[in-house]
């Protein structure tokens, strides 16, 4: 079964950088999308970010977008989240997610079928 290993997160003070790293154990998705969501206690998991199968097109929610880039090298099933300027609202646990439905850099929760395991965001004020 095909998974996804999500590292980088961790403890961090307001205004820092974390870099979150996503990779697949097989090449399964070298032609569909990739993207990020995270869920914070008592919340519905929300859409942050997407990448297009090769990586030229990207979605961003609003509450991330200038401060968070996602990036995907073309055709891999690798993805990567550059979190900068973090605030404690970002606190959360954050998961990678890629699609069997598209290659198009899709907000959609429902067109992604296959999740890591999350990891843990925490920022402190």
């Known amino acids: 079964q095909v998974r996804l290993v999500e590292s980088g997160g961790g403890l961090v003070q307001a205004g820092a950088s974390l870099r979150l790293s996503c990779a697949a154990s097989e090449r399964t998705f070298d032609a569909y999308a990739m993207g990020w969501f995270r869920q914070a206690p008592g919340t519905e998991r929300e859409f942050i970010a997407a990448?297009?199968?090769?990586?030229?097109?990207?979605n961003y929610a609003s509450s991330v977008k200038g401060r968070f880039a996602i990036s995907r090298r073309s055709g891999e099933s690798t993805v990567y989240l550059q979190m900068n300027n973090l605030k404690p609202e970002d606190t959360a646990v954050y998961y990678c997610?890629?699609?069997?439905?598209?290659?198009?850099?899709?907000?959609?929760?429902?067109?992604?079928?296959?999740w890591g395991q999350g990891t843990q965001v925490t920022v402190s004020s």
């Open positions: 990448s297009s199968w090769d990586g030229t097109n990207t």
């Open positions: 997610a890629a699609s069997t439905f598209t290659g198009t850099a899709t907000t959609l929760r429902a067109h992604y079928s296959v």
